[in-house]
């Protein structure tokens, strides 16, 4: 057991997690060295805890009995304990074990937590915890013994969404878990995850009380800066200056240490150098502080030791129960008039508003803060999260979905912490509120080396732009733009179509904003004859009836109203856009009182209206009150038409089917399964591609159609093979090293005899030969001639942050030059098939281009959903193509001609 236990790293299994109080607590493995103190946890026990665990009265463990049961292999058995504290303070308060039964994919489980941590979730979170774990080792099933008046560990199994079935016999329950993920286990683990963010971020935003530590009376430092805004927006609750060098600090009482403060403390913000941010934050976590905003920079994102001294802090935080927000960053602001937070060193409070907005950089958040200020836009909260050590953007998003105050999303990001579950949590989000984000880094310093197509088309910024566009999330590439989209949003209803009208006194800036309008995918519909009519009655002779509706200088408040008038009344208009020149003749402020009394009755109507109007930018009390709602006005036809664009989309995607992923019942994992193993321990080495007969075979268990093909190793072999088969065929070289086999000529199509294979055969060995690569060439594969068709690539690529990456687009040899793919995140839905398909230019090619006949393109949809399935099932598939996939006329399917698998 020494031997093998030397082998596993145990760090893997250790883990932070939040409970649904807010509270988080350490998970790690139980250790030899824990007998004691799982001795001291078992006699804090109450007797009745003792009793349902033990089945049986018990004063004390043993030294044996402890010894026995910290002794584990961490394979067939395997202990998980909570801790709480740090260092000689470190005390059990829960454990969660399995033994694997013998000779059984099946083990015994066992769950105990400490009466005063009951309550809290830390049960449920040790079996999601141990579940994963045993399910990598094979195991399949968890079974336990379990009293009957034990009701909470029988409902903690059923409320955890694994199948449970239980059989009682004289006051035991024997229960048998199923711990394979499904659905219903996702959706239990997703709403956990949200009622434990919500309990967290509480304590930042709405906290009871707040010692700022290293509180400062010098004027011009983040700690002085930090106390004063604290002070000047009057937070309700009690502030603690904590400064061992003060005895006052802003007239305020100060103290030596947190542990000194008489009340209680719910906030902890932190401003001292780097080396005392632990120690303080131990202190906190002995004081009972719940929450920590660790300003002080010189962590992770300075790397090496800065990086391993922020892990420490991380593992002190959950320790104690604590969440943390940062290191290096910015701090918190709550707008709510109740809270009055402003616990950043930044001199600007932004009024209150429906957008909230997490920034991962502490620096560009005070530029942010001036910016939305200065166009008047109010915030409901603004968090700026820095390292990002615990608290993430899917906390905030979490907290901020059911956030009455809260009606936009803004982020800007630098990095994903957990891409994939980001993804999850923003997707059912978005649904309801818009998510603006804008990404750093989009640009890739170097392109990773890959051995597949899909590999080499493959990058980081495709897989971001992957999972914006599936989780409807609305992508800007500038701050500006990320503003410019929240001000549409948030003050106007998302548009319900493409279709503009816009309105102008000066030709110039209408034509400019139709170009910028049509080059963005709005339409600019003519206008109807009745509209026309109806125009022609109230503006001068020189107007311009079409879209856009010029009216000329002339035009005055009156006019202005009568045509929005009309086109509110219109319903194939669904937004207007009004621009205003001001010239010298009309009174500015009265065209915009006009425009401004129409709002109310387009915003009824659901229609979007924007405007350019003076030059001005942002939101304006001449353009809307509080009351009435605001116009968003914009200077550039450009930047109007951007975000109208941007919005569209985000409206296209909340009222489009969210789609469903099929399930396919004429699969056969097993065999796969077989197939996988088999060439794993056929070598040591990693990865490793599958032989063509192997890949062959797996396509075929999950009904992916291939083209009839023989492996051959010499000429007679092709011979016989090209018989079997039925000519015409082809023969490809089949070699482990060569990857393009076009490169080397090792392609021979449409032969019709055998002595045509025989020729082709030694033709493909000389050439080899001459280019001193005949020792690469392992055979030939024949394989029948398939009729023409479109040729489309299908393939898969490993994402170390996002996960399987799956592609669609134009294919055979051109791939990689043209580019012509698409790219979506696993797992794949029926509708993100159909998109996958129809977002590439080949689409018109299957579509039927100038006379020639439509290809099979529900084949297709289901081809991709087939490899969706195949790698869900089969996570070892490190790399995938299929390249060429003839797509045939519809309804007579495809087939795929080459593939490529390699397993990791």
Same mark, same amino acid.
């Given at each position: $057991?020494?031997? +093998? ?7 893997? =299994? ?33 007797? +009745? ?48 074990? =399995? ?53 909470? &560990?029988?409902?903690?199994? %059923? ?34 995850? *949200? ?36 002070? #000047? ?21 100060? =103290? ?16 001292? @150098? ?36 922020? *892990?420490? !802090? ?15 960053? $910015? ?135 992957? #999972? ?24 106007? @209803? ?45 503006? @001068?002779?020189?107007?311009? !009836?079409? +879209? ?8 005055? *408040? ?5 045509? #929005? ?90 009222? *489009? ?119 690469? $060439? ?6 029948? &001639? ?18 399987? !990456? ?19 995140? %696993? ?39 087939? /490899? ?27 087939? /795929?001609?080459?593939?490529?698998? #390699?397993?990791?």
């Amino acid at each position: $057991m020494e031997g +093998n236990t030397a082998k596993i790293n145990l760090e893997q =299994y250790r883990i932070g997690v939040t409970l649904k109080d807010g509270s988080s607590i350490l998970f790690r493995p139980i250790r030899k060295d824990d007998e004691g103190r799982l001795i001291d946890f078992v006699s804090r026990l109450s007797p +009745n805890s003792v009793y349902l665990r033990f089945h049986r009265a018990m004063d004390r463990l043993s030294r044996e009995q402890a010894q026995q049961l910290c002794n584990v292999d961490y394979e067939n058995t395997f202990a998980l304990t909570a801790v709480h504290g740090e260092g000689e303070e470190e005390k059990i308060v829960a454990v969660g074990r =399995y033994a694997r039964l013998e000779n059984s994919d099946a083990a015994d489980v066992a769950f105990t937590v400490e009466d005063k941590y009951q309550g809290k979730g830390i049960g449920t979170r040790l079996l999601e915890q141990l579940a994963q774990i045993a399910r990598s080792k094979g195991i399949r099933r968890f079974e336990g013994l379990i009293l009957g008046q034990n009701r909470e &560990m029988i409902k903690l199994l %059923h409320d955890s969404g694994f199948q449970v079935e239980q059989e009682l016999e004289q006051g035991i329950y024997h229960m048998v878990m199923n711990i394979a993920p499904t659905p219903l286990v996702a959706e239990s683990y997703a709403n956990r995850e *949200k009622a434990a963010a919500l309990a967290a971020l509480r304590v930042f935003l709405k906290p009871s009380s707040i010692a700022v530590i290293g509180a400062s009376r010098r004027t011009g430092t983040i700690g002085n800066q930090l106390f004063h805004n604290l002070l #000047l927006r009057g937070f309700p609750g009690p502030v603690y200056p904590v400064n061992p060098n003060a005895a006052v600090v802003a007239s305020v009482k100060a =103290y030596p240490s947190i542990l000194e403060i008489p009340g209680e403390v719910d906030l902890a913000l932190v401003v001292v @150098p780097a080396d005392l941010v632990q120690s303080m934050v131990e202190q906190c976590g002995r004081k009972g502080v719940r929450g920590i905003v660790v300003i002080s920079a010189g962590f992770g994102e300075s790397g090496g030791a800065g990086a391993e001294k922020q *892990k420490q !802090l991380l593992e002190v935080t959950r320790r104690y129960g604590m969440r943390m927000v940062g290191p290096n960053c $910015m701090g918190v602001i709550n707008t709510d008039p109740e809270v009055n937070l402003n616990a950043t060193f930044a001199p600007v409070f932004p009024p209150p508003g429906n957008i909230a907005m997490c920034s991962q950089s502490g620096a560009l958040g005070l530029a942010i803060l001036e910016y939305a200020k200065s166009l008047n836009l109010g915030l409901s909260s603004f968090i700026s999260i820095g390292n990002r050590a615990d608290v993430s953007n899917n906390d905030l998003i979490q907290y901020w979905e059911d956030d009455p105050a809260t009606k936009i999303i803004l982020l800007y990001l630098e990095s994903f912490g957990d891409p994939r579950e980001f993804g999850r949590v923003a997707r059912r989000v978005a649904a309801a509120k818009p998510i603006v984000v804008v990404k750093s880094g989009r640009t890739a310093a170097g392109k990773r080396a890959a051995a597949s197509h899909t590999g080499a088309l493959a990058s980081a910024e495709v897989a971001s732009e992957a #999972l914006f566009r599936q989780a409807g999330i609305i992508r800007v590439d500038t701050l500006e733009e990320l503003f410019d989209v929240a001000n549409l949003l948030s003050h106007q @209803p998302i548009p319900r179509g493409r279709r503009v009208a816009v309105l102008t006194n000066g030709g110039g800036p209408g034509i400019m904003t139709a170009d910028a309008c049509s080059s963005r995918g709005l339409e600019l519909p003519l206008l109807s004859e009745k509209t026309v009519s109806r125009l022609k009655k109230i503006l @001068p002779r020189g107007a311009a !009836l079409t +879209n856009p509706v010029d009216m000329t200088a002339e035009a005055g *408040k009156d006019e202005y109203r009568k045509v #929005l008038k009309i086109f509110l009344e219109e319903d194939y208009i669904d937004i207007v856009i009004v621009i205003f020149i001001p010239p010298i003749a009309n009174r500015p402020e009265e065209v915009a009182r006009a425009i401004r009394e129409m709002a109310p009755a387009f915003r009824r109507q659901g229609k979007t209206v924007v405007a350019s109007f003076l030059g001005a930018r942002g939101i304006s009390w001449e353009l809307g009150s509080k009351e009435e709602g605001y116009i968003p006005s914009f200077i550039f036809p450009e930047a109007t038409a951007t975000v109208l664009a941007k919005a569209c989309e985000y409206g296209d995607w909340v009222k *489009k089917p969210k789609g469903t992923i099929p399930r396919l019942e004429d699969t056969n994992k097993e065999k796969v399964e077989e197939i996988i193993q088999k060439a794993l321990s056929s070598t040591p080495g990693r990865p490793i591609w599958l032989e063509a007969s192997a890949t062959l075979e797996l396509l075929q268990h999950y009904g992916i159609r291939t083209a009839p093909s023989r492996l051959a190793v010499t000429v007679g072999q092709a011979a016989l093979a090209a018989r079997e088969i039925g000519f015409p065929v082809a023969i490809k070289l089949l070699s482990r090293t060569i990857t393009h086999k076009t490169e080397v000529g090792g392609v021979k199509v449409n032969l019709k005899s055998e002595s045509e294979v025989e020729q082709a055969f030694l033709e493909l060995r000389e050439h080899l030969s001459r280019l001193g690569r005949a020792a690469e $060439m392992q055979g030939v594969i024949v394989q029948k &001639m398939v009729p023409s068709g479109i040729e489309v690539i299908v393939g898969v690529t490993q994402d170390p942050s996002f996960g399987p !990456l799956l592609m669609f687009g134009l294919g055979g040899i051109y791939a990689e030059l043209f580019k012509d793919v698409a790219f979506r995140l %696993h797992p794949l839905t029926d509708i993100d098939s159909q998109e996958m398909v129809r977002s590439v230019k080949t689409y018109e090619l299957l579509k039927g281009w100038r006379g020639s006949p439509p290809s099979d393109i529900s084949s297709l949809e289901k081809l991709l959903c087939r /490899v969706s399935a195949l790698i869900e099932d089969h996570p070892r598939i490190a790399e995938l193509d299929l390249n060429p996939v003839i797509v045939q006329e519809e309804g007579k399917g495809y087939q /795929v001609v080459d593939a490529r698998i #390699l397993i990791g």
